[in-house]
């Protein structure tokens, strides 16, 4: 159920009068004052400025910026921010679900993840072919991503489902991708896909997949099987002879009464008693 807080791990990080404030929401209000800014410099002549943001291969290795494995996805060209607005949206909307549910620390990892992860991998693919990266499209459809893999069965637009609109969504950011021949961006893509995906379900979040399920039981440890020996029944040897046994007992109840039998002798006379009333005739 949407809304409902299900980590022990959330609270809001501040209060607006009586709206909370959350992760998301501060990460939602740090793009868009980032983007206000940038509008600003690309009206006063200042645009080129936002080129120190992007992330470039050559620049990590020759320039050693390492700024831009982060700021790159604080860039938001003014030319498209009718999709940066729905880009927020989006995230204010599914990114404070995926907190909720997860918690406020784990949601902190998910995003470094996926803000992180797919510049490392482009700067070592840098050492083949020079790559670039700007803007967080990427990033924020992983945060969705995140969310159709905890409610899957959540329906949103047309009354599709989350699992059928992240599937359909990544088909055609993906043809659109191949169609122009971007593999760099194609790869982020996928990276992204693959890290939120991972992310929740190795905490053990969603519903039952048999082919993760089987896939999991690969690589966990095998348990490790001991060979307990079966234990063998003890037989009570009783002898033959039921007088012999129970002489050296009678004996003793002559001499000191019934009362001086010890348990074991007490267990031995009453058998000896069995055995006769049992014996055929």
């Not at 501040?14 to 940038?38: E, K, N, Q, S, Y």
């Not at 200042?46 to 982060?70: C, E, K, P, T």
């Not at 860039?75 to 907190?99: D, K, N, Q, S, T």
């Amino acid at each position: 159920m949407f809304g409902v807080t299900t980590s022990d791990d959330y609270k809001p990080v501040t209060w607006m009068g009586r709206l909370p404030v959350d992760i998301t929401t501060i990460l939602v209000a740090t793009h868009v004052a980032v983007a206000v800014a940038g509008c600003v410099l690309v009206a006063t002549n200042f645009g080129a400025l936002l080129n120190l943001l992007i992330f470039d291969s050559a620049r990590m290795f020759y320039g050693v910026q390492l700024w831009r494995i982060v700021t790159y996805a604080f860039v938001h060209p003014p030319a498209g921010l009718l999709w940066f607005a729905i880009e927020m949206y989006m995230l204010f909307v599914f990114g404070r679900e995926v907190e909720r549910y997860i918690g406020q620390r784990p949601f902190i990892v998910l995003y470094a993840t996926l803000l992180l992860l797919p510049t490392i991998i482009l700067t070592l693919w840098g050492l083949l072919e020079r790559t670039g990266l700007a803007g967080s499209p990427a990033l924020h459809f992983g945060i969705f991503i995140a969310f159709a893999t905890i409610y899957p069965s959540a329906e949103l637009f047309l009354r599709i489902t989350a699992k059928w609109t992240a599937l359909i969504l990544a088909a055609i950011y993906t043809l659109q991708l191949l169609a122009y021949h971007a593999w760099s961006d194609l790869a982020v893509v996928w990276i992204s896909i693959a890290t939120a995906f991972l992310f929740i379900r190795l905490r053990g979040v969603g519903p039952e997949l048999l082919w993760w399920s089987s896939l999991k039981s690969r690589f966990e440890p095998k348990p490790k099987f001991h060979v307990v020996p079966k234990p063998t029944a003890r037989r009570v040897v009783e002898p033959d002879d039921v007088y012999t046994s129970v002489d050296p007992i009678l004996d003793k109840i002559a001499k000191s009464g019934i009362g001086s039998l010890t348990p074991a002798e007490r267990r031995a006379l009453d058998r000896a008693r069995n055995r006769l009333l049992n014996k055929p005739k």
